[in-house]
Structure formats: structure tokens, C-alpha cells
């Protein structure tokens, strides 16, 4: 059997782009990882919980599921470019500008894969400034500075409920500010949150300022609903809140939804004839580490089976 012979682009070293990409290697197919980083694995290394996951494995962190995919990269030496940051595509002339090293180069497609994946939204800079030391994205790898505090979490997915759950365990205290009139979060989270003696919710809540001299002493929240403002004494705060696509360098002509994540119909296939999504950047995609192998699986799969088949 033949293959086309089309030069494939894929954007993105993290588990979707390296999944697909290991599927082409190994069928001695023509393609090229585009990477931004200088090594493989996306958003891996920022795990720093246990991952317990049945179709990923049983590892004690990120980055030593990372340490697994950079080992398969080193037997099977993938073809990555690192230091490639896109900066911009031009999917009618099949272009992609990127930067490397300060340099700019034009790599040319026939196919591109986008698997640019997600990273989190943080906290407005006016909001938190001065106060950086005790606001957090990520708690696993410093739970113990949380011991016996009053803290605040903001968001109301599961993300948010989770670590509400976890901080309560340790805590004194744990306030949950959400902004919607309910938590989007999986139901039984939920209503382990409203359970849970430590917690307390604050819906259709946001936090607007942050007070205290060196060190944060009190946040103010404003209840929408009653426009009340509410002074709470809080020592740390957690952000939640949610997923920013890293989908900036993608032209007008594809389609993305409202959050400008990647829309695809059917095999990962944008509205643009050629161009695919894969991963966390897909519009509705749940951002898990086995969904986005079994996107780059998939779509491996339907170029070798069908899409590339002469
Ligand atoms: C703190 C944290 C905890 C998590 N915990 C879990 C968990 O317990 N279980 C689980 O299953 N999932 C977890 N996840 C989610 C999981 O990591 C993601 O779903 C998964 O990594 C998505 O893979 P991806 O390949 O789609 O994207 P990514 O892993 O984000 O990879 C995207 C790659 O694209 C590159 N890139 C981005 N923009 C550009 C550009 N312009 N030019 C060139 N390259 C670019 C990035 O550098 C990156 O290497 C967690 C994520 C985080 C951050």
C-alpha cells in the first residue's frame, strides 16, 4: 500500500501531538513536530499530583509521565523542532511563520495538526499585585503552606471544588467565591462542597479587592446578586478559574468557538480543507491526558487508514 506523499506539520510536543506523531513514525511516514519548548511532553511537568489514571498509567507526578514520553522520544527520535514558536499561520497560502532562536522561518503544509493545547487563566495583574506570594494556581506540591489557614477559593468547576475539598482537610477555613448562580461542577462534588463543615460558598460572587500590609489580611467580595460588598479575613488565596486555548496564532480563517478554542467536525477536521485539531485545544475537548493520546491516536489512525491512503 501507498501513502500520499504530503508534508505534515504538527504543532505542539505535548501527549496529543506526540501521540499522532509517533503513529506516522512508525508507519515511516513524512512529518514534523513544531515545538515552542525545548522538550517534549506539554503540559506534563506542571502535574504535580499523583496521576492514577487507567488508560495513562500509575505515576507519581507529571514529570515522571513526562520522563516516560521523553524516553519514547529517545528511542524512536521523533522528528521535533524545539524553540519553535509559532507566531502566526496562513492557512490559505498553507503557511506557518514561526520564530526560532529570534529567528523567523516559513514552514510550508499540506496538512497541519494543530495540538497547541491549554494553559491556565490567571488572575487579573491589578487585582493580585503586591500579594503574589500568597495567591496560587496549583496547590498539590505546596499543601503544607496551607496548614491551619483561612483560605479563599475562587471558581466553581471541579477543579475549583477539588481543591476545596483538599484544603478543608487542612485548613481552618476554605471560602469558595463563584461567579455563576450555581457551580458548574460534577453534582456529587458539589454536594460534597455544601457537606463539608469548612466550606462556605459565595455564588454569583467576585472578588474585587485584596487588603493587608506585607502580607494578604482580608479580600473584599461583592455578593452581584444584592451588590452587597462583604469584608472576609483570608491568608491565602487559590485561583481556579478555569482554561485560556493557546490558539493566538491561528488566522481568521478557521473557525473557533466563543473561548477561542478550535471547532472540528468528524476526524478532528476544522472547517478548513487539511487543517486538524487535537488535544486540549479542541473546542468541548475535556483536558485529560488520555483524551488528548486518544485524539492523536485516532486522527493517526484516519490518516493511515483513509485519509492519506492513495
Ligand atoms: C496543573 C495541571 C494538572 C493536571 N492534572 C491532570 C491529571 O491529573 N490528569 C490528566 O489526565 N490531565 C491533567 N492535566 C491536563 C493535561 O496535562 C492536559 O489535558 C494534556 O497535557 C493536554 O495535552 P495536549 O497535547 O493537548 O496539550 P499540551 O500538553 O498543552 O501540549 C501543547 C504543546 O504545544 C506547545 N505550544 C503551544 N503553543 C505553541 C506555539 N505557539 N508554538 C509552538 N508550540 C506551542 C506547548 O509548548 C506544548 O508543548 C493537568 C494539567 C495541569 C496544567
Known amino acids: 500500500m501507498k501513502y500520499l506523499d504530503r508534508k505534515i506539520v504538527i504543532i505542539g510536543a505535548g501527549p496529543a501531538g506526540m501521540s499522532l506523531a509517533s503513529s506516522l513514525q512508525l508507519a515511516g511516514l513524512d512529518y514534523v513536530i513544531l515545538e515552542k519548548k525545548d522538550e517534549v511532553g506539554g503540559q506534563l511537568p ?19 509521565f513526562a520522563q516516560k514520553v521523553i524516553d519514547f522520544n529517545n528511542k524512536y527520535r521523533l522528528n521535533v523542532e524545539f524553540g519553535c514558536t509559532i507566531e502566526s499561520i496562513d492557512s490559505t497560502k498553507k503557511k506557518i511563520h ?8 516559513v514552514y510550508v503544509y499540506d496538512i497541519l495538526v494543530i495540538a497547541t493545547g491549554s494553559r491556565h487563566r490567571l488572575a487579573e495583574k491589578s487585582l493580585i499585585n503586591g500579594y503574589e506570594k500568597d495567591v496560587y494556581y496549583r496547590i498539590s506540591h505546596k499543601l503544607n503552606e496551607f496548614v491551619d489557614k483561612k483560605i479563599l477559593v475562587v471558581g466553581g468547576g471541579d477543579n475549583a471544588t477539588i ?3 483538599k484544603l478543608s482537610e487542612i485548613g481552618r477555613k476554605v471560602i469558595l467565591v ?12 458539589v454536594s460534597d462542597v455544601y457537606d463539608d463543615p469548612k466550606i462556605v460558598v459565595y455564588n454569583n460572587s467576585e472578588l474585587v479587592h485584596l487588603s493587608g500590609e506585607e502580607l494578604l489580611k482580608k479580600v473584599e467580595i461583592i455578593i452581584n446578586v444584592t451588590a452587597v460588598k462583604q469584608l472576609i ?7 481556579k478559574i478555569g482554561y485560556l486555548p493557546n490558539s493566538g496564532f491561528v488566522d481568521k480563517m478557521i473557525d473557533l468557538d466563543d473561548k477561542a478554542y478550535i471547532v472540528t467536525v468528524g476526524k478532528y477536521q476544522t472547517n478548513i480543507e487539511g487543517v486538524f485539531a487535537i488535544g486540549d485545544i479542541v ?3 475535556y483536558k485529560r491526558i488520555a483524551i488528548a493520546m486518544g485524539h492523536g491516536t485516532e486522527l493517526g489512525n484516519y490518516f493511515l487508514k483513509e485519509y492519506l491512503v492513495k
Not at 98 to 105: A, H
Request: a negative charge; one cysteine or more.
Open 163 to 165: 481543591a476545596a475539598l
Open 98 to 105: 514561526c520564530l526560532q532562536e529570534g529567528v523567523e522561518k
Open 283 to 285: 473546542s468541548g475537548a
Open 178 to 189: 463563584n461567579k455563576n448562580d450555581e457551580m458548574i461542577s460534577r453534582p456529587d462534588l
Open 46 to 64: 506542571l502535574i504535580h499530583n499523583d496521576l492514577d489514571d487507567f488508560v495513562v498509567g500509575v505515576y507519581k507526578d507529571g514529570l515522571d
Open 233 to 239: 479575613d483570608i491568608d491565602k488565596i487559590v485561583f
